[in-house]
C-alpha cells in the first residue's frame, strides 16, 4: 500500500490565496474535525463567484508579494491556470505550490457576510514538498496586510499601530520580496 500525504489544508485557519473565475484574493480556510469551510464578505468578486459557480480553490503560496497583490488588486488572466477538477473547469494560481479544489455551498448568512462550506474534491502538490523554515517576515507581512484592509475602512490608530509594527517586522526578518511588499503596503497607507 503507497503512502498518502496529509491533508494539504491543517487543523485551524488555513491561510491561502483563494481562487474562483479569473479572480484570486487570500482567504483564511477553516480546518475543523475534517470540516472546511469560509466566511466571503458580500459585495466581493469572490463571494459573487462561489455563491453562483459553486467552486473554490485554495492555493497555497510562500510569495508575500502575490499576498498583497490579490489583497488590494486583480492579477492578469496569464496568472490563472484552468484545470478540470469533478468535470468543472476550476481557475488555479499558475504560481501555486500546491492547490486543493473544493465544491462550495452556502450553509449560512448574515447581513454582511456568507458562510461557506467546501467539500474536497481533489488536491495536488507542485513543487518539493519540504517545508522551509518558518519566515517572521513573511508573517508580518501577512499581518500587515489583514490589518491593512481593516484599516482603509475604518483609520482606526490601533491598527494603523499594529501594521507599522509587523512592517518593521518584515524589513528586519524578511528578504527583498518582504521588503518590497512593505512599500506596497506602505504607499496604500498614504
Known amino acids: 500500500m503507497g503512502l498518502k500525504h496529509p491533508p494539504l489544508l491543517r487543523e485551524g485557519i488555513n491561510e491561502v490565496i483563494g481562487t474562483t473565475l479569473f479572480n484570486a484574493a487570500p482567504m483564511g480556510v477553516i480546518s475543523r474535525g ?43 488572466e496569464d496568472a490563472f491556470v484552468s484545470e478540470q477538477v469533478d468535470g468543472i473547469a476550476m481557475h488555479r494560481l499558475a504560481a501555486a505550490d500546491a492547490w486543493a479544489a473544493f465544491s462550495a455551498r452556502v450553509i449560512g448568512e448574515s447581513g454582511e457576510a456568507y458562510s461557506i462550506e467546501l467539500t474536497l474534491l481533489e488536491e495536488k502538490i507542485l513543487v518539493d514538498p519540504i517545508h522551509r523554515p518558518v519566515n517572521r517576515g513573511f508573517n508580518a507581512i501577512i499581518e500587515a496586510t ?40 506602505e504607499g496604500l497607507l498614504h
Open 34 to 76: 475534517g470540516r472546511y469551510t469560509l466566511a466571503l464578505f458580500k459585495g466581493s468578486h469572490t463571494a459573487r463567484n462561489v455563491v453562483r459557480d459553486g467552486w473554490f480553490v485554495a492555493n497555497i503560496v510562500h510569495d508575500p508579494l502575490l499576498f498583497v497583490e490579490t489583497t488590494f488588486g486583480d492579477l492578469p
Open 146 to 185: 489583514v490589518h491593512t484592509t481593516r484599516y482603509l475602512r475604518n483609520h482606526d490608530p490601533d491598527l494603523g499601530w499594529l501594521i507599522r509594527h509587523h512592517l518593521v517586522l518584515a524589513r528586519k526578518c524578511g528578504g527583498e520580496k518582504e521588503r518590497e511588499a512593505a512599500g506596497v503596503i
